[in-house]
């Protein structure tokens, strides 16, 4: 098992921008994919973005693509998410977990971090 630790989180403006760290302990995180996951209020948890083991391949969600970007550096064993043009609707409790690379969108695997609260006013 690997340990997440997100953090980042806040309240901002619309179209602002906020950057979440996810960093993990307690495996080889060079060789982990990653993704990050939100969930609204009265909704269930979704997908946002995720990343491969080496950094190389991305994928996003339509509605946060041009606005997001996942990157990771392994020599930190740290995943971010840069938000930028934040909207009222990005509001969600974001979580960062480790994924399975063969399904689209990659799916969560199994290691969850505790969340960060996001919260974006109009």
């Known amino acids: 098992q690997v340990q997440l630790v997100e953090s980042g989180g806040g309240l901002v403006q619309a179209g602002g921008s906020l950057r979440l760290s996810c960093a993990a302990s307690?495996?080889?995180?060079?060789?982990?994919?990653m993704g990050w996951f939100r969930q609204a209020p009265g909704k269930e948890r979704a997908f946002v973005a995720a990343i491969n083991w080496s950094g190389a391949s991305t994928y996003y969600e339509d509605s946060v693509k041009g606005r997001f970007t996942i990157s990771r550096d392994n020599a930190k064993n740290t995943v971010y998410l840069q938000m930028n043009s934040l909207k009222p609707e990005d509001t969600a409790v974001y979580y960062c977990?480790?994924?399975?690379?063969?399904?689209?969108?990659?799916?969560?695997?199994?290691?969850w971090g505790q969340g960060t609260q996001v919260t974006i006013s109009s």
């Open positions: 307690g495996r080889t995180f060079s060789n982990l994919n």
């Open positions: 977990a480790t994924v399975s690379w063969s399904s689209r969108p990659p799916a969560p695997d199994k290691s």
